[in-house]
């Protein structure tokens, strides 16, 4: 079997999985979770046998045309580099593990069949961009996720948080995807094609004539897609859907896309210096921003979720500063480490029966409770916090080590001023990522107070997931860097000694600061009376399978969405170091600093408004007129139907006397007179 033909099946299998998962839910559901399972898993063997064709060596191209239109040609083609195939590998592991870990976590869940099969869409749709050698192809596989991602975050769509997380995913990033197919088709106009290597052929020539307008219209459409600021305040929210689902968004694909979208035609934005300057500011208020929040947030998944945030942030400072293999390298490590974190949040929420870290602060034992969860948990942590040698630190160094390079001159594949916004922003994130992930570590762990509820042990098919998780998080970055220049475009991605010494002591410090920030807070939470667990009445939740706790973990994050009863006992007197540190900060961080506020004022509440107006102009002003011309035939039909009174004797005399009227004006224009 030909490469091209591998390439092929890697996207079409988790179609053919989801649609068949969609016509056999409710007639077969035997088949449900093997249709769920088994074509992610193929996927995943064959993306691995491409990677291993593709080597990093020459780029694999073939197309047809799709449909002629006369000028552009759109044609289905696939472009297959060392970054599409290893993305592809990423995207395929993490879709198997959120699948088989889904098969335990949503177990008596009744919209399982819809779920799964949904999942393997998104996987697909996410494939295709990777593998897509043409833009409009692309563009299908971006914007079916986007549809994906509306149904998968209003899983839970009888809590009004799902449902206003999903409507706001799906507003707020097609606001980003507007001028983004604006900018794709102006490209192609000036390419002179979709097809992606012409496209690069003539971005690398010189050739595009409006280089800095495609390019900033380009990136509305990433930063609605990556949550990059300032379109990243979907991302939060959509933690509303099932963790699972926040694993696969958050690790593999839509945040992702937009990463690897820039990466695939870094050469159309370094054609603009001041596209590349905009991305890099774009970045380091991301990556500052949500550092700051994260410290702040009160629910595990949102800390989880701003983590994300910053971590796109350092992809796209990468970016930034002309290095996509130190983008992409983040990308891999950060999609392993990331997923390990939502699934085992996933566990300790389902032990702790809420999402709420203040809740968990005033527990005892609940790294007891969930094991598994505790130590993959940690690795997943030091991980993100870039700590040697654990994954994270590699990659995270190759971004900074870019930067470094691009700000003291010893390269030119961007601006300087790119270069210093990028390190100085991501020293600072540095900082930050510990703190938080600190924090997080400290609360969820390291409580005090009663005993953790026991809501039995966790399916085998979720702890199983975590440790095959825990060994790319681990031990990815430290073999990977010296292996994947080779696969990228050869650019060195050693950690620098500068950047190395400067990030691992700024973590360092924010580590610290934070247990030395908790220990304070929690001597002074000593004097305050322990609150009890949260409980949770099981039976009301939904039956035989929420009567045994043990039986569905949705079930119980489902529950949590609506119970913030523990969590605002607790806040006040919980011992959180974010708000220590933080100080007069910590308010407008918990609230994402107000910009949802804002975007109210600026926006919703003006839409609203004009809507009002339109609905009183076609209310009272269109339809006034349509209702008078419609009065005008209904008065003379009634003075008509007043004639109509079905008497022969009166038909008779109107018939003479109009015949006598007639023949006296005939009379009168023949005498002339």
């Given at each position: 079997?030909?490469?091209?033909?591998?390439?092929?099946?890697?996207?079409?299998?988790?179609?053919?999985?989801?649609?068949?998962?969609?016509?056999?839910?409710?007639?077969?559901?035997?088949?449900?979770?093997?249709?769920?399972?088994?074509?992610?898993?193929?996927?995943?063997?064959?993306?691995?046998?491409?990677?291993?064709?593709?080597?990093?060596?020459?780029?694999?191209?073939?197309?047809?045309?799709?449909?002629?239109?006369?000028?552009?040609?759109?044609?289905?083609?696939?472009?297959?580099?060392?970054?599409?195939?290893?993305?592809?590998?990423?995207?395929?592991?993490?879709?198997?593990?959120?699948?088989?870990?889904?098969?335990?976590?949503?177990?008596?869940?009744?919209?399982?069949?819809?779920?799964?099969?949904?999942?393997?869409?998104?996987?697909?749709?996410?494939?295709?961009?990777?593998?897509?050698g043409d833009l409009i192809v692309l563009l299908v596989g971006w914007?079916?996720?986007?549809?994906?991602?509306?149904?998968?975050?209003?899983?839970?769509?009888?809590?009004?948080?799902?449902?206003?997380?999903?409507?706001?995913?799906?507003?707020?990033?097609?606001?980003?995807?507007?001028?983004?197919?604006?900018?794709?088709?102006?490209?192609?106009?000036?390419?002179?094609?979709?097809?992606?290597?012409?496209?690069?052929?003539?971005?690398?020539?010189?050739?595009l004539d409006h280089p800095t307008l495609i390019a900033l219209l380009?990136?509305?459409?990433?930063?609605?897609?990556?949550?990059?600021?300032?379109?990243?305040?979907?991302?939060?929210?959509?933690?509303?859907?099932?963790?699972?689902?926040?694993?696969?968004?958050?690790?593999?694909?839509?945040?992702?896309?937009?990463?690897?979208?820039?990466?695939?035609?870094?050469?159309?934005?370094?054609?603009?210096?001041?596209?590349?300057?905009?991305?890099?500011?774009?970045?380091?208020?991301?990556?500052?921003?949500?550092?700051?929040?994260?410290?702040?947030?009160?629910?595990?998944?949102?800390?989880?979720?701003?983590?994300?945030?910053?971590?796109?942030?350092?992809?796209?400072?990468?970016?930034?500063?002309?290095?996509?293999?130190?983008?992409?390298?983040?990308?891999?490590?950060?999609?392993?480490?990331?997923?390990?974190?939502?699934?085992?949040?996933?566990?300790?929420?389902?032990?702790?029966?809420?999402?709420?870290?203040?809740?968990?602060?005033?527990?005892?034992?609940?790294?007891?409770?969930?094991?598994?969860?505790?130590?993959?948990?940690?690795?997943?942590?030091?991980?993100?916090?870039?700590?040697?040698?654990?994954?994270?630190?590699?990659?995270?160094?190759?971004?900074?080590?870019?930067?470094?390079?691009?700000?003291?001159?010893?390269?030119?594949?961007?601006?300087?001023?790119?270069?210093?916004?990028?390190?100085?922003?991501?020293?600072?994130?540095?900082?930050?990522?510990?703190?938080?992930?600190?924090?997080?570590?400290?609360?969820?762990?390291?409580?005090?107070?009663?005993?953790?509820?026991?809501?039995?042990?966790?399916?085998?098919?979720?702890?199983?997931?975590?440790?095959?998780?825990?060994?790319?998080?681990?031990?990815?970055?430290?073999?990977?860097?010296?292996?994947?220049?080779?696969?990228?475009?050869?650019?060195?991605?050693?950690?620098?000694?500068?950047?190395?010494?400067?990030?691992?002591?700024?973590?360092?410090?924010?580590?610290?600061?934070?247990?030395?920030?908790?220990?304070?807070?929690?001597?002074?939470?000593?004097?305050?009376?322990?609150?009890?667990?949260?409980?949770?009445?099981?039976?009301?939740?939904?039956?035989?399978?929420?009567?045994?706790?043990?039986?569905?973990?949705?079930?119980?994050?489902?529950?949590?969405?609506?119970?913030?009863?523990?969590?605002?006992?607790?806040?006040?007197?919980?011992?959180?170091?974010?708000?220590?540190?933080?100080?007069?900060?910590?308010?407008?961080?918990?609230?994402?600093?107000?910009?949802?506020?804002?975007?109210?004022?600026?926006?919703?509440?003006?839409?609203?408004?004009?809507?009002?107006?339109?609905?009183?102009?076609?209310?009272?002003?269109?339809?006034?007129?349509?209702?008078?011309?419609?009065?005008?035939?209904?008065?003379?039909?009634?003075?008509?139907?007043?004639?109509?009174?079905?008497?022969?004797?009166?038909?008779?005399?109107?018939?003479?006397?109009?015949?006598?009227?007639?023949?006296?004006?005939?009379?009168?224009?023949?005498?002339?007179?």
């Amino acid at each position: 079997m030909t490469t091209t033909t591998l390439a092929v099946l890697v996207p079409l299998l988790p179609f053919l999985g989801a649609v068949a998962g969609l016509l056999l839910g409710r007639t077969a559901p035997g088949f449900v979770r093997p249709l769920a399972v088994l074509p992610a898993l193929a996927a995943l063997v064959l993306a691995a046998l491409v990677a291993v064709r593709q080597g990093g060596g020459q780029a694999i191209d073939s197309r047809t045309e799709l449909t002629p239109t006369g000028s552009v040609p759109i044609e289905l083609g696939l472009h297959i580099d060392g970054f599409a195939a290893l993305v592809a590998v990423l995207v395929a592991f993490v879709a198997t593990c959120v699948q088989i870990y889904s098969t335990g976590y949503l177990r008596d869940d009744p919209r399982y069949p819809s779920y799964a099969a949904l999942v393997s869409l998104f996987t697909s749709a996410m494939l295709l961009v990777v593998y897509s050698g043409d833009l409009i192809v692309l563009l299908v596989g971006w914007e079916v996720m986007g549809i994906c991602s509306y149904f998968l975050v209003g899983h839970y769509w009888e809590t009004p948080e799902a449902r206003a997380a999903s409507l706001k995913a799906f507003l707020v990033t097609k606001l980003g995807d507007v001028p983004f197919l604006i900018g794709l088709f102006a490209l192609a106009t000036d390419a002179g094609s979709f097809r992606i290597t012409r496209v690069l052929g003539m971005a690398a020539a010189g050739g595009l004539d409006h280089p800095t307008l495609i390019a900033l219209l380009l990136l509305a459409g990433v930063a609605g897609k990556s949550a990059q600021f300032p379109l990243h305040t979907w991302l939060p929210d959509a933690m509303a859907g099932p963790t699972p689902v926040s694993a696969l968004i958050h690790a593999a694909t839509m945040v992702a896309a937009g990463v690897y979208f820039v990466a695939r035609l870094l050469p159309v934005f370094e054609a603009s210096q001041a596209a590349m300057v905009v991305l890099a500011v774009m970045a380091a208020v991301t990556m500052a921003g949500s550092g700051l929040a994260a410290l702040a947030q009160d629910d595990i998944k949102r800390v989880l979720a701003y983590s994300t945030i910053g971590q796109l942030g350092y992809m796209t400072g990468a970016l930034a500063v002309g290095d996509r293999g130190a983008a992409v390298f983040h990308l891999l490590s950060h999609g392993a480490f990331k997923a390990l974190l939502f699934l085992a949040a996933g566990v300790i929420i389902h032990a702790a029966g809420t999402n709420s870290l203040a809740a968990m602060s005033r527990m005892s034992h609940l790294r007891d409770r969930v094991p598994d969860a505790y130590w993959t948990m940690t690795v997943a942590l030091l991980a993100l916090a870039a700590v040697p040698p654990f994954s994270g630190f590699f990659s995270k160094e190759s971004v900074l080590g870019a930067a470094e390079h691009v700000a003291t001159g010893h390269t030119d594949h961007a601006p300087g001023a790119a270069g210093w916004i990028v390190l100085v922003a991501g020293l600072l994130s540095a900082l930050f990522t510990a703190a938080y992930a600190t924090r997080l570590w400290l609360l969820a762990f390291r409580g005090r107070g009663a005993e953790a509820p026991d809501h039995g042990r966790q399916p085998l098919t979720m702890t199983v997931v975590l440790w095959v998780l825990t060994v790319p998080s681990l031990a990815f970055g430290g073999l990977a860097y010296r292996s994947l220049p080779g696969w990228f475009d050869g650019r060195d991605l050693t950690p620098t000694l500068l950047t190395s010494i400067l990030g691992t002591g700024l973590a360092l410090v924010g580590g610290l600061l934070t247990y030395g920030a908790w220990q304070r807070t929690r001597a002074l939470a000593a004097h305050v009376p322990a609150a009890p667990a949260p409980t949770f009445d099981w039976e009301r939740l939904e039956g035989e399978a929420a009567a045994h706790p043990e039986g569905d973990a949705s079930l119980v994050e489902a529950h949590a969405l609506t119970d913030h009863g523990p969590a605002r006992r607790d806040l006040a007197h919980a011992p959180d170091p974010g708000r220590l540190l933080l100080g007069p900060l910590y308010r407008p961080a918990a609230v994402g600093f107000h910009l949802d506020a804002v975007y109210a004022a600026l926006f919703v509440r003006p839409v609203q408004a004009g809507a009002s107006l339109v609905r009183f102009l076609d209310r009272e002003v269109v339809d006034t007129y349509v209702r008078g011309a419609a009065a005008l035939p209904r008065i003379l039909g009634a003075a008509v139907r007043r004639a109509q009174t079905g008497n022969v004797q009166t038909y008779v005399s109107a018939l003479l006397a109009g015949t006598v009227v007639l023949a006296v004006a005939v009379l009168l224009v023949a005498t002339g007179a």
